[in-house]
């Protein structure tokens, strides 16, 4: 073999070293550029777990608007605990661990501002009025109020300390009826069960929970209503465990995609 063979060959072996060289370069950044890149489904945020307590109104809307989180912030877990506004103050206020508080009407969260157990100010994120729950295809032929007078109709409503209870308090007034319910009861989720059951004619619930019933009940609405808006407002609470979670939740509720959802199922904006 000649000198030039020769050189030719070594320059033939440095230009497939480098090659390979490259070669593994290139694999090494692209696997690098792989692990480090977010997958498609995740979402920057916090992390954690925390406890909404949430008016019984809300509870579908807010169930889905938990699984919606989840989903969207992988490593997040929110539970709910529903009931009436009022209970739930109590509880809280018993030491209940809960990081975010959604009230029905402003009067149960003002509760928390004076024993200094909300972080903050409270945001509304939604609005509510009042509707004759009855039973389908509305056997008694409810059309208004004053018909749920009649001794014969077995009306159930909340008691006055829950929201629901304070707005019919405020439609009374309004408009000069007054109302003799045989039960009141302490959720509006109580009073629209005993609707559903046959155990009540008629039931002053939301707007928002009569449309969720799926049916089980028809609505009758009523120009009084108006006179008793109930705005729904959200807080973290000062003993949150993951006050950067809570807030972060509490702002979706309030964000379009919170919103969308809450339109829905028939709640008014703030």
């Avoid at 033939?12 to 070293?17: D, K, T, W």
Wanted: hydrophobic content about 40%; glycine content about 10%; charged content about 15%.
């Amino acid at each position: 073999m000649n000198r030039r063979s020769t050189r030719s060959l070594a320059a033939l072996s440095l230009v497939a070293v480098a090659a390979l060289g490259l070669a593994a370069c290139s694999t090494g950044n692209d696997r690098a550029g792989a692990s480090s890149s977010p997958s498609a489904s995740t979402s920057a945020g916090p992390t954690g777990s925390i406890t909404v307590f949430a008016a019984a109104s809300l509870q579908q809307t807010f169930t889905t608007l938990g699984k919606q989180y989840e989903a969207a912030h992988p490593g997040t877990t929110i539970t709910f605990s529903f009931a009436g506004s009022s209970d739930l103050v109590t509880q809280i206020q018993n030491g209940a661990p809960a990081d975010v508080f959604a009230s029905a009407d402003e009067a149960n969260m003002a509760k928390l501002g004076t024993s200094d157990l909300a972080s903050g100010s409270p945001e509304d994120f939604a609005t509510n009025v009042l509707e004759i729950a009855v039973a389908p295809g509305n056997p008694e032929g409810i059309t208004g109020l004053q018909d749920l007078t009649g001794s014969d109709v077995q009306l159930v409503t909340c008691a006055a300390p829950v929201p629901c209870g304070a707005a019919t308090a405020k439609v009374e007034s309004a408009s000069g009826v007054h109302l003799e319910p045989v039960s009141e009861e302490q959720s509006v989720t109580d009073v629209l069960g005993k609707v559903e059951s046959g155990q009540a004619d008629a039931g002053l619930v939301y707007v928002t929970d009569v449309q969720g019933s799926g049916g089980k009940v028809d609505g009758v609405p009523f120009d009084e209503s108006s006179k008793a808006v109930n705005t729904y407002p959200i807080g973290v609470l000062q003993e949150s465990q993951d006050p950067e979670l809570a807030q972060a939740f509490s702002d979706y509720v309030r964000s379009d995609a919170g919103q969308k959802v809450l339109a829905a199922a028939g709640f008014g904006k703030p």
